[in-house]
């Protein structure tokens, strides 16, 4: 490819890859709840879903797009067949938590992860749109991430559906995902979204995330269900919970729960740090103001460091390990 500046070791061997005689590729799920699995999937349908982002982009053979990812992961690979795809100039970097170490030409697409963010603040370039994914943003990067002079997007995918299916602009305050051309939603009997995808080979996805449906192109991200609480009968979605919290709480923490003789779970926080009496008890005034009796943490458990997969994230609950 004349276009591809720079290329990675890790880009170079999914090029080979690509332009093999196999009708797959072969690429490692996120994770989520435990060990990546490996998994095929099709050259047909990655490039069903780079035309998808290339027409909601505009990208062309006149745009320049900039990958400070691996080529290792679903991220950087699907950077390539977008490039492949529209003709675009792609210029790699080697993965880092300060990308664009050079001033480079605007930008048509920068696709990031949120230990990136900070430095994008920090060192603004001409970019016209900038994706994020790989693991929730913190609400307090949502603020900041308005004063980049860029549509910047929260993404909504996993590697089984080569990336993103739907996006939420975040500069424009949007609080719902929209989905990428030709794809569609549903949700099944749990709540849980269901993907349409007429284009690609496996047609449909069901997910383990629960959401708002609000019409069969958009949708509210909720929670995963593997997570919600049912405390006395009623439901807590700790992402929810985490977000109303997170103004008020300033160090890491995340929210799970923990069997109760009476109340079937009862909510817990965790905290990273020494205990901290005074803190606990500001806390406590926090809980009472801000959060119905339901939601209201019953224990605040102090851990010197957070459980994570071995992709880095998040273990909420001792089953997933």
């Known amino acids: 490819m004349d276009k591809?500046?720079?290329?990675?070791l890790e880009a170079i061997e999914f090029l080979k890859e690509w332009t093999n005689h196999s009708d797959y590729i072969t690429a490692y799920t996120s994770g989520s709840t435990g060990n990546p699995k490996e998994i095929h999937l099709l050259k047909k349908d990655m490039?069903?879903?780079?035309l998808a982002t290339n027409q909601y982009f505009g990208i062309s053979d006149k745009s320049f797009l900039v990958c400070p990812l691996s080529a290792s992961y679903i991220a950087g690979k699907m950077m390539i067949v977008r490039a492949l795809m529209s003709g675009a100039t792609l210029q790699f970097e080697q993965p880092s938590s300060r990308p664009l170490v050079q001033q480079y030409p605007e930008i048509t697409l920068l696709p990031i992860v949120p230990a990136q963010i900070e430095s994008l603040i920090d060192n603004p370039q001409p970019i016209s749109n900038i994706i994020i994914g790989g693991a929730p943003i913190h609400v307090e990067w949502e603020f900041k991430i308005r004063e980049i002079p860029s549509n910047v997007y929260a993404t909504y995918g996993m590697t089984e559906t080569c990336s993103h299916v739907a996006l939420r602009n975040i500069s424009k305050r949007e609080n719902h995902f929209t989905a990428l051309p030709d794809i569609s939603f549903h949700k099944d009997d749990r709540?849980?979204?269901?993907?349409?995808?007429?284009k690609f080979s496996f047609r449909q996805i069901t997910t383990n995330d629960v959401i708002d449906l609000i019409?069969?192109?958009t949708f509210r991200w909720l929670g995963r269900y593997d997570n919600v609480i049912i405390s006395g009968g009623l439901k807590v979605h700790p992402e929810i919970l985490e977000k109303k919290l997170a103004a008020y709480i300033f160090r890491p923490f995340y929210i799970t729960s923990v069997s109760d003789r009476?109340?079937?779970e009862k909510v817990v926080i965790y905290i990273l740090g020494e205990k901290d009496s005074d803190y606990e008890a500001y806390l406590s005034a926090i809980f009472k103001e801000k959060l119905p009796r339901h939601e209201i943490p019953r224990e605040i458990l102090w851990v010197d460091k957070f459980k994570t997969t071995s992709s880095g994230k998040l273990i909420r609950r001792l089953?997933?390990?």
Request: glycine share 4%.
């Open 191 to 198: 709540d849980c979204l269901v993907i349409d995808l007429p």
């Open 47 to 50: 490039e069903v879903s780079a």
């Open 4 to 8: 591809l500046i720079n290329p990675t």
């Open 215 to 217: 019409d069969h192109r």
């Open 319 to 321: 089953s997933e390990l």
């Open 262 to 264: 009476k109340w079937g």
